[in-house]
């Protein structure tokens, strides 16, 4: 079983910047992809940014420029910088660990309890 942990929200002042963690234990992380989520209340969970077990990465375009994803596989962690952050970046914000078995045509998700990042003066 794949245990994803999320850390480092809290409360932030607009233009402010605040890094999350993600630590996926319980399996072999440098496989497996790895991507940041959030949502905000009364909205849907949106898609923030991912990076592949290579080092690959992609960014929604609301957070393009002003966040950064990245990862160390010897600590098992994932990384979100957040910069330049607004009010409308207040959500909880979700890590995701996913693994493409393509032989079997099957993903395995694996989702975080979420950590809460309010942005507010």
């Known amino acids: 079983q794949v245990h994803v942990v999320e850390s480092g929200g809290g409360l932030v002042q607009p233009g402010g910047s605040l890094s999350l963690s993600c630590t996926a234990s319980g399996t072999i992380f440098s496989i497996y992809a790895m991507a940041w989520y959030r949502q905000a209340p009364g909205k849907q969970r949106e898609f923030l940014a991912a990076i592949t077990s290579g080092g690959s990465t992609n960014y929604a375009d609301s957070v393009q420029g002003r966040f950064t994803i990245s990862r160390d596989n010897a600590k098992n962690t994932v990384y979100l910088q957040m910069n330049s952050l607004s009010p409308e970046d207040t959500a909880v914000y979700y890590c995701?660990?996913?693994?493409?078995?393509?032989?079997?045509?099957?993903?395995?998700?694996?989702w975080g309890q979420g950590t809460q990042v309010t942005v507010s003066s």
């Open positions: 995701n660990a996913y693994y493409t078995d393509y032989v079997k045509g099957e993903r395995y998700d694996y």
